[in-house]
């Protein structure tokens, strides 16, 4: 490998090693993902997902709501509300009417929604209580530490590859998703 070629590897390695700590996106949603396992783990039991108790919290905030107002309200895609939708529907939580014209659609919750939502609630208020400082560590940790980039020493004869020892300190090891789980 030409010096030019040996360079640009080390400069862009080095970009792609900041990216990958600092980038908030890259929490945000690691963040969320987390955050929705411990929902959905909890909420399995019941057949919910959090996806669909805040549809229903919606609705009934609302009352009835047409499926586009849903999905703005909650920043949904139209075919993820369509499909979620379709699946509530068949639970027996959700009920889809005709609007005001023929064109429209209106959503409202059944009975069996409402009693679903107060089984759950119970749920709900323990992982609101309790989900920053699950397990000892705060959630938000994940969004202000710097994840480490562990380099692993380097099998290429070149000498091309990683070369940093493992960082042996327990005290600087990365907050995991696993760290999270009920």
């Known amino acids: 490998m030409g010096s030019t070629a040996k360079i640009i590897k080390a400069q862009t390695r080095e970009i792609a090693q900041q990216m990958s700590q600092a980038c908030l996106a890259r929490r945000l949603r690691q963040v969320n993902r987390t955050v929705t396992r411990l929902y959905d783990d909890a ?9 669909q108790l805040n549809i229903l919290a919606v609705i009934i905030s609302e009352q009835h709501i047409r499926p586009g107002q849903l999905g703005q309200t909650l920043g949904m895609e139209k075919s993820t509300v369509s499909r979620t939708v379709d699946r509530m529907v068949g639970k027996g939580w959700l009920q889809v009417s005709r609007g005001q014209d023929s ?3 209106v959503l409202s919750v059944t009975t069996k929604g409402h009693q679903l939502l107060l089984a759950v609630t119970p749920i709900w208020d323990n992982l609101q209580a309790n989900i920053l400082t699950h397990g000892g560590h705060n959630i938000l940790t994940m969004l202000s530490t710097p994840v480490p980039i562990v380099d692993q020493p380097s099998n290429d004869a070149t000498g091309d590859g990683p070369t940093a020892e493992y960082d042996n300190d ?3 090891d990365p907050v995991s998703a696993d760290d999270f789980y009920l």
Do not use: K, M
Not at 45 to 51: A, C, S
């Open 103 to 105: 064109r429209t659609q």
């Open 43 to 51: 909420l399995r039991p019941h057949g919910l997902t959090i996806n």
């Open 170 to 172: 327990p005290d600087n």
